[in-house]
């Protein structure tokens, strides 16, 4: 379950009653969708059906029964969610602002590079720049997911970039391929790899461009530096070597 200080209120009037619930606000927003798959016992604040949420009232079980054919809080929750209306406070709706705004950034962050700079990435804190230059919004009531396409395009005029995949070969020496590659091949998606005859590994691996740096920071701490990593630009040379 959540805290109360984590939970919005879905309200829901029917049959002459009024009932809340108390709920995360991303999986109330996720479950009006008909797109949750998680455990609802998880994103709730209270197993319980509320009159008024506040204060601790609960519904009659005949009023339960008349509108939802049930008494059971777990089969009405989600019910009370889908068919009511989402209820948050001003400084709900800041904080949820706030959050969003910073896992929008670093989704960004994670996967944008910079055309113009050899594909870099751009720093999180150059992508706040400019999002607070372009004006962009965050939507709390939206999903992070759904909102980066509209993010880039409002970047575009301001910074150069695009979302972008990198594919890197690295080779580790044989003192250190046991250990590295055990955690290298968690990264991304390993597309090859190939033991050597001097105990050597060879690995090509794909992830979004945005975190080459912190590839390079794994290979090196995982190999002491002695690593050799390459960009593959074209599909002729993802053959290892």
Do not use: C
Not at 52 to 66: K, N, Q, W
């Amino acid at each position: 379950m959540i805290s109360l200080d984590e939970a919005v209120t879905a309200r829901l009037e029917s049959h002459g009653a009024r009932f809340e619930v108390l709920v995360d606000p991303d999986a109330a927003l996720a479950i009006k969708r008909d797109k949750f798959d998680g455990d609802l016992e998880e994103v709730i604040a209270a197993e319980d059906v509320f009159e008024d949420a506040s204060r601790g009232d609960r519904p009659a079980e005949s009023d339960l029964e008349d509108a939802f054919g049930t008494t059971d809080p777990m089969e009405i929750i989600p019910e009370v969610i889908k068919r009511g209306e989402i209820q948050i406070t001003a400084e709900q709706r800041r904080e949820m602002q706030e959050q969003k705004r910073r896992r929008l950034i670093d989704r960004i962050a994670r996967n944008a590079v910079n055309p113009q700079m050899d594909n870099a990435p751009h720093p999180p804190e150059r992508i706040e720049r400019a999002l607070e230059e372009a004006g962009f919004k965050v939507d709390p009531m939206l999903p992070v997911e759904g909102q980066v396409d509209d993010a880039l395009d409002a970047l575009r005029p301001i910074i150069p970039i695009r979302f972008d995949e990198v594919v890197m070969a690295v080779r580790v020496p044989p003192e250190y391929a046991g250990s590295a590659q055990a955690r290298i091949r968690q990264f991304g998606d390993l597309l090859r790899e190939e033991w050597q005859n001097d105990g050597s590994w060879v690995g090509v691996v794909e992830f979004p461009a945005g975190l080459q740096n912190d590839f390079y920071d794994l290979v090196n701490e995982t190999s002491s530096g002695e690593a050799d990593t390459r960009v593959i630009r074209d599909e002729d040379e993802l053959s290892t070597r």
